[in-house]
């Protein structure tokens, strides 16, 4: 019974990562001249070279890619560009602040034993600080009505997730049942 169940885990991948590879896709085409800079910029930025084209193919790749994930199309195709846009995010955007993607010092993860960042050990006095002026000249409880006030630590492991479910996509296809490829796939072996 599982074997026939098989294709429901990579369609849950897909489905899971075609959101957030739109939403950042769609970022980046809304604000392409920003993304752009942002790219080239070693100041502020990136610092990657051709900024113009790596803009552009980042936010193709994501954006068009989730359709194409959505749809189970091309599906291992377009897990490589997405790969290669998370490897990239890593490595210029995330590295430098260890694993983790929320501030918590608290976590083995946080106390140097992967990367050491002086800052993740400081979250509670900056969560606290953040707390304080919010309740003195914000509106806390509107702000957090939704879920917890927490400070991002910016890690690789939101990056670093994507990459492993996209590796999976990428070695084990759309899925069977429930993808565009599984369908073409039968049509051409037959």
Known sequence: MAASLNGIPLLLTRLYLAPVMAQAGWQKLANFDSTVDWFGNPDYGLGLPLPFLLAGLAALSEFIGAAFLVLGLATRLTAIPLMITMVVAMITVHWQHGWPAIADAGSWLADGTLLT??????????????????????????????????????????????????????????????????????????
């Open 117 to 190: 960042n002086e800052s993740v050990m400081v979250a509670p006095e900056k969560l606290s600080a953040a707390k304080a002026i919010l309740n003195e000249h914000g509106y806390i409880d509107w702000l957090t009505s939704s879920g917890n006030f927490v400070i991002l630590n910016n890690g690789i492991e939101f990056a670093a997730t994507y990459f492993i479910m996209l590796m999976v996509l990428f070695c084990f296809g759309g899925g069977r049942y429930v993808s565009i490829d599984y369908y073409l796939a039968r049509h051409f072996n037959h």
